[in-house]
């Protein structure tokens, strides 16, 4: 996943290489892990992330797209916990131990949020 990021953001850092680093971030783990959208994996909160800053940056709607992002990636974290995993390690889990959110969609989530916020205090220093 961070493999397939990382060439993104060799060169230059702004909002559209940040959206595709994400995004080829996104396609490697569905990629290598064959997880989609609605799988109740990490692919559902990384993709929300994905595609909310994709409309946003479309809309040219500045910098509150990227809280609005995580925010998506948030909502779509907490929504595993609704779902059935079917790949991943939770697939091996019982129906009954399936009730909370996707341990590795809500790690994607804080990780996306722990970067926005040390990129807005960051921004705030200057």
């Not at 948030?74 to 129906?95: I, L």
Request: proline letters at 2%.
């Amino acid at each position: 996943m961070l493999s397939s990021a990382a060439p993104e953001l060799s060169v230059k850092v702004d909002s559209n290489a940040i959206l595709e680093a994400l995004d080829k971030a996104n396609q490697a783990v569905q990629k290598y892990g064959g997880a989609r959208v609605g799988d109740r994996t990490m692919v559902d909160s990384l993709n929300a992330m994905v595609e909310e800053l994709r409309k946003g940056l479309k809309d040219n709607q500045g910098m509150d797209v990227f809280e609005r992002a995580v925010q998506a990636s948030e909502r779509a974290a907490e929504e595993t916990a609704h779902q059935k995993a079917s790949v991943g390690r939770a697939s091996y889990t019982s129906s009954q131990s399936q009730t909370k959110p996707d341990a590795g969609a809500t790690a994607i989530s804080r990780w996306l949020r722990a970067i926005w916020e040390a990129f807005r205090e960051e921004m705030g220093k200057k």
